[in-house]
C-alpha cells in the first residue's frame, strides 16, 4: 500500500532556502551530507531514519526528497542544520518582501511542545516574488 503524504508549509520554505543557496552558488544538490546516527531522532517522523537507521552520506538532493515528498522530519532538520535554523529561513523570506510567513521552531522543538507548532506559519494571501 501506497500512503500519500502532503509536505508541511514548513518543510517547503526551507526547501526553497536550500534551493535558493544552491542556485547562488552556496550548496551544490549533489554535494554529500553525513547524517550520523545521533541526528536520527527517535521520536519524529522520519522514512530516511527507517532506510538508514545507522546513518549515512546523502546527496543534499536526496535529503531535500526525504523532507518534501515524504515530510520527512529528521531530513528537515538536517537542511535546518545546514543552512543555519529557522531563523535563517524566516531572515530569506523577509530579505525577499515576503512578510507573510513566521519559521522559529525546528521539528525536534515543535516535538517537545505542541504549542510552538503554531508560531511556525504562512498564508496563501502572499504573493511570490518573480525570482
Not at 520554505?13 to 536550500?18: K, S, T
Not at 552558488?25 to 537507521?53: C, F, M, T, V, W
Not at 535529503?63 to 543555519?84: F, K, N, P, Q, T
Request: net charge negative; aromatic share 10%; proline share 7%.
Amino acid at each position: 500500500m501506497v500512503m500519500d503524504i502532503i509536505p508541511s508549509v514548513f518543510k517547503f520554505h526551507i526547501a526553497l532556502v536550500v534551493l535558493a543557496r544552491i542556485d547562488a552558488g552556496k550548496l551544490l544538490l549533489h554535494q554529500k551530507i553525513e547524517i550520523l546516527k545521533a541526528d536520527l531522532l527517535p521520536n519524529l517522523y522520519s522514512p530516511l531514519r527507517d532506510d538508514y537507521p545507522n546513518g549515512a552520506i546523502l546527496p543534499i538532493s536526496k535529503i531535500l526528497e526525504y523532507s518534501v515528498s515524504s515530510s520527512d522530519a529528521v531530513g528537515c532538520e538536517v537542511m535546518l542544520r545546514l543552512i543555519g535554523g529557522p531563523k535563517a529561513v524566516e531572515d530569506f523570506f523577509v530579505k525577499n518582501n515576503i512578510e507573510d510567513v513566521s519559521i522559529k521552531f525546528n521539528e525536534a522543538e515543535q516535538q517537545a511542545n505542541w504549542d510552538l507548532q503554531f508560531q511556525n506559519w504562512t498564508t496563501p494571501k502572499q504573493q511570490m516574488p518573480p525570482w
